[in-house]
């Protein structure tokens, strides 16, 4: 069996028609969800891209993998999926976006070309890249933001798109006049893209995927992974004709917040609020004029899926591939007086993720919901278990969803933990934290939602049952003590697990336990007669003589 490991860039999980959006309708989604398990309460490992994708890529939370914010790098001997999978028997290929940063003196200092095999793999979470592009070409006064070559641009210039850099003057930008529209100011989200539509990213990476299938189907490279990782419908919010005036403000559902949450916020929050981005997404003709694009995005993409799906039937793929669909994050939308993800509220934390399995063992769950609490770190054992490999507890802090794919109701987490690290921020400067204080935990259960805040601030907490919009911040009051204890209980469980021993196992652990007796090592003994003659017998014998 092949795995195919769909990854959409910044997509809400309410805003698919399975979820629920009243405006929006994705029946392709919808569609992959009717032949699958669709888990409803899917949480990532924290809200900002290399981050949390790290966390995909390693099945391990931010504290242990290292990465806990966007440009930390990934270091070196970190175990990966393709780490995970080769082992296992199965290849393990990127298309599309990683947001990974390679620790470059790492591999200088072990003597590690970049170039190559171990090299590539260490530069590329593992993968083996088939196309790798993040897809963020910007570029300012201090050059561009990414150094990296640009597959994608390579295409459009290959298509008859002038410049160095089309990404930003024709994929993510509209036209006023003779002038360039740029995405990046969210006025002109509501422009279409100056771009033919089969030209923008997502049909872009929709093709190359097919393209690596093909290729590996005739090489006979079975089984294989193959991450398709799309970059949208992450910023700049902008898309090509006919997306661009699908929606409009009239399908904008009303910002979920309370001028009350703005009353003696959380320091963290307020400044979240309080910011550029969420002074810019707290204005309603800032949400008027892109959310109908974000949603012509989320539009495009189940279109893409519609062909990608279609394509896999056709090639009798969809009968012998698992497809797991998910995001890496959500984003505000103005929700919380906030846009962007940097906080732990649902429309950020929490993820779509539909996994479908076309073996007979999962028959009997298809089209059905899961909603336990799981977390994007379980992503990783489910796809080793799938290729028949080994499971690595020792290393993987998840645990495959594979028996919940079969209908078994295996013992499960009561919660999950997401990590927020923004040191990097100006907002660490502004509340007068050092780096290692500017960092947030969440633990999230059935019903409530808690924040801890290193630095002497306090905590957050929010009743999903009561408050499933997680306007009432609890922990304001007090009243709540006890679920607040609780808690921190399970934080303190979960801060002293162990997450660095990666090198042993538990099972090869116990096969050595006791064993040193029989290479020599007689600790504690009085007298040879206390031991079993074997053990001593290298000990038991007369003094030899010098030769000389």
Same mark, same amino acid.
């Given at each position: 069996m092949n795995i195919l490991y769909i990854m959409f860039? +910044?997509? !809400?999980?309410?805003?698919?028609? &399975? /979820?629920?959006?009243? $405006? #929006? +309708?994705?029946p392709h989604i919808d569609g992959l969800a009717k032949r699958g398990v669709r888990f409803t309460r899917a949480? %990532? +490992?924290? =809200?900002? &891209?290399?981050?949390?994708?790290m966390s995909s890529y390693t099945g391990r939370y931010p504290s242990s993998h290292g990465v806990q914010f966007n440009g930390y790098p990934l270091r070196v001997g970190e175990w990966t999926m393709g780490d995970h999978l080769r082992k296992a028997g199965m290849s393990c290929h990127l298309i599309g976006k990683t947001h990974m940063v390679a620790d470059a003196e790492g591999l200088q200092r072990l003597g590690l070309a970049p170039d190559s095999l171990i090299g590539v793999r260490q530069t590329e979470c593992g993968f083996d890249p088939f196309v790798r592009d993040d897809g963020l070409w910007a570029e300012g006064p201090d050059g561009f933001y990414d150094d990296k070559r640009s597959p994608y641009n390579e295409y459009l210039k290959s298509k008859g798109y002038p410049g160095e850099n089309p990404w930003s003057d024709f994929a993510n930008a509209g036209t006023e006049g003779q002038d360039v529209a740029s995405g990046w100011f969210m006025v002109n989200a509501d422009k279409p893209a100056n771009i033919a539509e089969e030209?923008?990213?997502?049909?872009? #990476?929709? !093709?190359? /995927?097919? !393209?690596?299938?093909?290729i590996a189907e005739q090489n006979g490279d079975q089984p294989w992974c193959a991450h398709l990782s799309y970059i949208k419908p992450h910023w700049p919010y902008i898309v090509p004709a006919p997306y661009h005036d699908?929606?409009?403000?009239? $399908? %904008?559902? =009303? /910002?979920v917040r309370s001028a009350a949450e703005r009353q003696d916020a959380h320091p963290v929050f307020e400044g979240m609020m309080n910011n550029q981005i969420g002074q810019a997404f707290?204005?309603?003709e800032v949400r008027q004029k892109v959310i109908p694009a974000y949603m012509g995005l989320i539009k495009q993409a189940d279109d893409q899926m519609g062909h990608l799906f279609a394509w896999l039937e056709a090639t009798g793929r969809m009968q012998d591939t698992m497809i797991v669909l998910t995001s890496d994050h959500g984003d505000y939308l103005g929700d919380h007086w906030m846009g962007e993800k940097n906080l732990f509220h649902e429309p950020s934390i929490k993820v779509p993720l539909i996994i479908y399995d076309p073996r007979g063992e999962a028959d009997a769950t298809r089209g059905t919901t899961c909603d336990k609490v799981v977390e994007a770190i379980d992503l990783l054992p489910t796809f080793l278990e @799938? /290729?028949?490999?080994?499971? @690595?507890? $020792?290393?993987?802090?998840?645990?495959?969803?594979?028996?919940?794919l079969r209908g078994e109701m295996p013992e499960w987490r009561d919660c999950a933990v997401a990590e927020f690290d923004y040191a990097t921020l100006p907002? &660490?400067?502004?509340?007068?934290?050092? =780096?290692?204080d500017a960092r947030l935990f969440m633990v999230v259960d059935k019903r409530w939602k808690f924040m801890h805040a290193e630095g002497g601030l306090r905590p957050m907490l929010f009743d999903l049952q009561e408050d499933p919009d997680e306007l009432v911040d609890l922990a304001k009051s007090g009243a709540h003590q006890e679920v607040i204890d609780l808690m921190y209980d399970r934080l303190l469980e979960w801060g002293l697990r162990m997450s660095q021993r990666i090198t042993l196992s538990d099972t +090869?652990? @116990?096969t050595r336990r006791g064993k040193s007796a029989r290479k020599g090592i007689l600790l504690g003994v009085y007298e040879p007669s206390e031991v079993d003659d074997t053990l001593t017998e290298a000990y038991r014998r007369p003094i030899p003589k010098p030769t000389s």
């Amino acid at each position: 069996m092949n795995i195919l490991y769909i990854m959409f860039d +910044q997509l !809400r999980f309410d805003y698919l028609s &399975c /979820a629920g959006h009243p $405006h #929006l +309708q994705t029946p392709h989604i919808d569609g992959l969800a009717k032949r699958g398990v669709r888990f409803t309460r899917a949480y %990532v +490992q924290s =809200p900002t &891209c290399g981050s949390s994708r790290m966390s995909s890529y390693t099945g391990r939370y931010p504290s242990s993998h290292g990465v806990q914010f966007n440009g930390y790098p990934l270091r070196v001997g970190e175990w990966t999926m393709g780490d995970h999978l080769r082992k296992a028997g199965m290849s393990c290929h990127l298309i599309g976006k990683t947001h990974m940063v390679a620790d470059a003196e790492g591999l200088q200092r072990l003597g590690l070309a970049p170039d190559s095999l171990i090299g590539v793999r260490q530069t590329e979470c593992g993968f083996d890249p088939f196309v790798r592009d993040d897809g963020l070409w910007a570029e300012g006064p201090d050059g561009f933001y990414d150094d990296k070559r640009s597959p994608y641009n390579e295409y459009l210039k290959s298509k008859g798109y002038p410049g160095e850099n089309p990404w930003s003057d024709f994929a993510n930008a509209g036209t006023e006049g003779q002038d360039v529209a740029s995405g990046w100011f969210m006025v002109n989200a509501d422009k279409p893209a100056n771009i033919a539509e089969e030209d923008s990213e997502t049909p872009w #990476l929709t !093709r190359e /995927a097919m !393209r690596f299938i093909e290729i590996a189907e005739q090489n006979g490279d079975q089984p294989w992974c193959a991450h398709l990782s799309y970059i949208k419908p992450h910023w700049p919010y902008i898309v090509p004709a006919p997306y661009h005036d699908m929606y409009d403000a009239e $399908h %904008v559902l =009303p /910002a979920v917040r309370s001028a009350a949450e703005r009353q003696d916020a959380h320091p963290v929050f307020e400044g979240m609020m309080n910011n550029q981005i969420g002074q810019a997404f707290s204005r309603d003709e800032v949400r008027q004029k892109v959310i109908p694009a974000y949603m012509g995005l989320i539009k495009q993409a189940d279109d893409q899926m519609g062909h990608l799906f279609a394509w896999l039937e056709a090639t009798g793929r969809m009968q012998d591939t698992m497809i797991v669909l998910t995001s890496d994050h959500g984003d505000y939308l103005g929700d919380h007086w906030m846009g962007e993800k940097n906080l732990f509220h649902e429309p950020s934390i929490k993820v779509p993720l539909i996994i479908y399995d076309p073996r007979g063992e999962a028959d009997a769950t298809r089209g059905t919901t899961c909603d336990k609490v799981v977390e994007a770190i379980d992503l990783l054992p489910t796809f080793l278990e @799938a /290729a028949g490999g080994e499971a @690595a507890p $020792h290393i993987l802090e998840g645990r495959s969803l594979m028996p919940w794919l079969r209908g078994e109701m295996p013992e499960w987490r009561d919660c999950a933990v997401a990590e927020f690290d923004y040191a990097t921020l100006p907002l &660490c400067e502004k509340l007068g934290l050092s =780096p290692k204080d500017a960092r947030l935990f969440m633990v999230v259960d059935k019903r409530w939602k808690f924040m801890h805040a290193e630095g002497g601030l306090r905590p957050m907490l929010f009743d999903l049952q009561e408050d499933p919009d997680e306007l009432v911040d609890l922990a304001k009051s007090g009243a709540h003590q006890e679920v607040i204890d609780l808690m921190y209980d399970r934080l303190l469980e979960w801060g002293l697990r162990m997450s660095q021993r990666i090198t042993l196992s538990d099972t +090869q652990i @116990a096969t050595r336990r006791g064993k040193s007796a029989r290479k020599g090592i007689l600790l504690g003994v009085y007298e040879p007669s206390e031991v079993d003659d074997t053990l001593t017998e290298a000990y038991r014998r007369p003094i030899p003589k010098p030769t000389s």
